[in-house]
């Protein structure tokens, strides 16, 4: 009978430990995951472009903060492209600036845009958002062009990674922006977030409570409005849409842009895939610059005009 008390106490016990570990511990866990995902250390060191370049400011669409961006004249006689870093990313990022000058090379003005909360000089609430709140800082660069003189159906879009998802969600927004050049999107942030915490050493587990925390402290409910889910909008805005990813892609992996291509044709969106035989992230350009430059120039030409 002793004995038996003894057990029922030390389950209770037990019990209750379990159920600390669980209400306190992941808690805890959640908001490190979340941290992980939507901060930053330290900001990028300033590279600038090569030639002609402006340092400009304007304000994110509906917001109450201003985007930074390097603004590149090209050809007045040819169409404007906003270009959109990745996750953690900035305006300053060589790689970024380089892509920015190739682009301005073949006649383009580019308007090379600080996103939100990460790396560069645009600051929002202190959050890096997955596209959900950084497609108003795009929307503030489509206006900001206009402002300058572009034609809003001159206007294109090209982004990278996260800034890829930016360019779609701000495109399901605004029907004006007729094309989109979306590199290596993801399909979900929250799929692809499991992803990547399980390639940082962390278990997937963590990331629905990281998501949860998040949407806590700033409101954001990012995982409502995923990049696959924009097609029947961007369908109603006739956005034609190229998707280019690294069929060995190592961080963003290749089924996201089969994902997008699948439900963006189930919704009837003018879309195409390039698949390229790369393995870096994002290093379409990188690994085949040439074509890379001439599909891009070809596929703004038709929906941009030259």
């Not at 030390?10 to 805890?28: K, T």
């Not at 961006?69 to 990313?89: C, E, K, Q, S």
């Not at 000058?101 to 000089?121: H, M, N, Q």
């Not at 969600?169 to 399980?198: K, M, T, Y």
Request: proline share 5%; aromatic share 12%.
């Amino acid at each position: 009978m002793f004995k038996s008390r003894v057990v029922r106490r030390l389950f209770r016990i037990g019990l209750v430990l379990v159920l600390l570990i669980v209400l306190v511990g992941y808690p805890l866990v959640s908001l490190l995951a979340y941290n992980l995902l939507s901060t930053v250390a330290t900001k990028a060191a300033i590279v600038n472009p090569t030639g002609p370049f402006e340092n400009v400011k304007f304000p994110a669409r509906g917001q109450a903060y201003d985007v930074y961006a390097f603004y590149l004249p090209g050809d007045p006689a040819r169409p404007a492209i906003i270009n959109v870093h990745g996750w953690r990313g900035s305006r300053f990022d060589p790689s970024n600036v380089e892509r920015a000058e190739k682009f301005r090379a073949l006649g383009y003005t580019v308007l090379s845009i600080d996103l939100s909360d990460s790396r560069g000089e645009t600051v929002g609430n202190g959050r890096i958002a997955m596209g959900y709140e950084e497609r108003y800082d795009l929307l503030g660069a489509f206006d900001y062009l206009i402002s300058r003189g572009f034609a809003p159906e001159r206007i294109g879009v090209t982004g990278q990674s996260m800034g890829a998802v930016t360019s779609l969600l701000a495109a399901a927004l605004e029907p004006r922006i007729r094309a989109v050049w979306a590199d290596s999107p993801f399909a979900r942030p929250d799929v692809v977030s499991g992803e990547q915490a399980e390639s940082f050493g962390y278990p997937r587990w963590i990331v629905p409570g990281g998501l949860i925390v998040g949407m806590l402290i700033t409101g954001n409910r990012i995982w409502e409005d995923a990049a696959v889910e924009q097609g029947q909008k961007l369908t109603a805005n006739k956005t034609t849409i190229q998707l280019v990813h690294c069929n060995e892609d190592d961080f963003v992996f290749y089924h996201h842009s089969q994902d997008i291509l699948a439900a963006y044709q189930a919704a009837n969106t003018e879309v195409d895939l390039w698949t390229l035989v790369c393995k870096k992230h994002a290093s379409g350009l990188e690994a085949h610059e040439s074509e890379y430059l001439a599909r891009f120039d070809a596929f703004f030409k038709a929906h941009l005009g030259s």
